[in-house]
């Protein structure tokens, strides 16, 4: 008895209501995943080299590493969706510190599994000019260690709630990246590395600005 009526109260809550606290238990078990496979801690660190990239932004406009280099450094964020409500508070947030980013000389893009309709939508709800660039299947992701894929058993947790990868995607790989940040030099190496393999929060992306003013200051000959 008890059981038929938790599943009625269920039923008696708006659908809109429903998937949310679906999809938030959802994205705690993936981190609880993530957590207890480590796979963070294999991810590339600060003082290794920056995998080469070449992506499409959300406009087909082809950007690459090497040219963005070569104007300064790059704060790259891997971003998981437009499904994910923590993802884009932190594309709001880091809109917010661009001009920042920008004054020390470096360049500031983001990189993503998503489809590039959908990377054109997620700019559109978070408002950010920067461009959003699709890593197909993860490959780049792969590359910096932090592409993940979720398993069988969450799947149908993540679709209950909402987040339908492959719609998203728009391929079946149900892999993600790992939200991350890196600085990377301008002669390539990483100078900064965060992985967080809790979906749920993000910490304040201001803490990359002393990296860059210390990138941004001459070196002593």
């Known amino acids: 008895m008890p059981r038929h009526d938790q599943s009625s109260a269920e039923h008696s809550l708006p659908n809109s209501m429903r998937i949310s606290e679906i999809k938030a238990r959802a994205l705690r078990e993936a981190a609880e995943y993530l957590i207890a496979s480590r796979q ?23 950007v690459s590493s090497e040219l963005l280099l070569r104007r ?6 891997f971003y998981g969706g437009s499904w994910c409500p923590a993802c884009a508070f932190d594309l709001e947030a ?16 983001c990189v993503s599994q998503q489809t590039p309709a959908e990377n054109r939508r997620a700019r559109a709800i978070a408002g950010v000019t920067f461009p959003i660039l699709g890593d197909t299947r993860g490959k780049v992701a792969s590359q910096f260690g ?3 894929r979720i398993p069988e058993l969450l799947r149908d947790l993540h679709r209950a709630g909402g987040v339908d990868l492959p719609t998203f995607n728009g391929e079946d790989s ?6 991350a940040r890196f600085v990377v030099g301008s002669n390539g190496i990483i100078e900064y590395s965060e992985v967080d393999p809790d979906q749920t929060r993000r910490s304040d992306p201001r803490d990359m600005l002393p990296v860059l003013d210390q990138l941004s200051r001459p070196r002593a000959a």
Do not use: C, N, Y
Not at 97 to 102: E, F, G, K, T
């Open 40 to 62: 963070a801690e294999r991810a590339l660190s600060a003082g290794s080299h920056a995998p080469a990239f070449r992506l499409r932004d959300q406009d087909g406009v082809e």
């Open 72 to 77: 300064g450094p790059i704060l790259l964020t």
């Open 94 to 109: 880091l809109e917010k510190m661009q001009s920042a980013v920008v004054a020390r000389g470096a360049s500031l893009v």
């Open 146 to 148: 932090v592409r993940w």
């Open 174 to 179: 149900w892999t993600l990246p790992i939200p």
